[in-house]
């Protein structure tokens, strides 16, 4: 089992309000990415990082931010939302070179 | 274009069936290659990897073939618990960036 956690699992929150979603692992990966998926849809990336101080922004545009402070921490923010950022959200990482990514179990945020 | 495209869903097979997915890119320096699996509702997890000589993982056969910058997954003799979605995964040149096709669904009947 990959050691990358999300919190919360699930979430419903109001519109306006800010959230953070919270990744961390404990495998000591540089790497590490956020993507979401709306149902039965494909993943889309929306951040990535190379490691400590280091946030890209991925191919599909989003109104969230990340920040990566220490190596195994990547969370991500939304300073207010609204019903059209409810979806899955994936954070993944990997290890350096051409490797697998490890996901976490998703955090299922619903935006009302 | 998307640079990673997969065949359409859904697949719908018997068990015991023999089914192949098929998946090209775009981005001719692309260096890595992968299969993963994607139950409903859940995270995706790495089925195999994809080398160049092609690779066979029990009943799951993995193939690249950088020429036509295309990646297949053959699953022979199919399970009931083979029905997921399939997801055609590529790193770019750099290896950093990992991009994932839409996905093909499969459904295995009894």
């Known amino acids: 089992e990959a050691d990358i956690y999300q919190t919360p699992r699930y979430l419903v929150i109001g519109t306006g309000k800010k959230i953070t979603l919270e990744c961390s692992q404990t495998m000591g990966h540089d790497k590490m990415y956020w993507y979401q998926q709306d149902p039965g849809m494909e993943l889309h990336l929306i951040h990535y990082s190379y490691g400590v101080n280091s946030t890209e922004k991925g191919d599909l545009s989003s109104e969230s931010t990340v920040s990566r402070i220490r190596t195994e921490h990547f969370p991500l923010t939304l300073e207010s939302a609204r019903p059209s950022h409810t979806s899955q959200y994936l954070c993944a990482s990997s290890a350096p070179g051409n490797t697998e990514a490890f996901f976490g179990q998703g955090t299922r945020l619903t935006v009302v | 274009r998307k640079e990673v495209e997969q065949d359409p869903g859904p697949f719908n097979v018997p068990e015991g069936a023999t089914v192949a997915f098929n998946c090209t890119y775009s981005?001719?320096?692309?260096?890595?290659f992968f299969w993963y699996r994607q139950d409903c509702r859940k995270e995706p997890k790495l089925l195999m990897s994809v080398y160049s000589s092609g690779n066979e993982d029990g009943r799951f056969t993995a193939q690249l073939n950088r020429a036509s910058q295309y990646i297949s997954l053959l699953i022979r003799d199919s399970k009931l618990s083979d029905s997921a979605t399939y997801l055609c995964v590529v790193n770019r040149g750099g290896g950093f960036k990992t991009i994932f096709g839409a996905g093909t669904r499969l459904f295995v009947k009894a």
């Open positions: 981005n001719s320096a692309s260096q890595s």
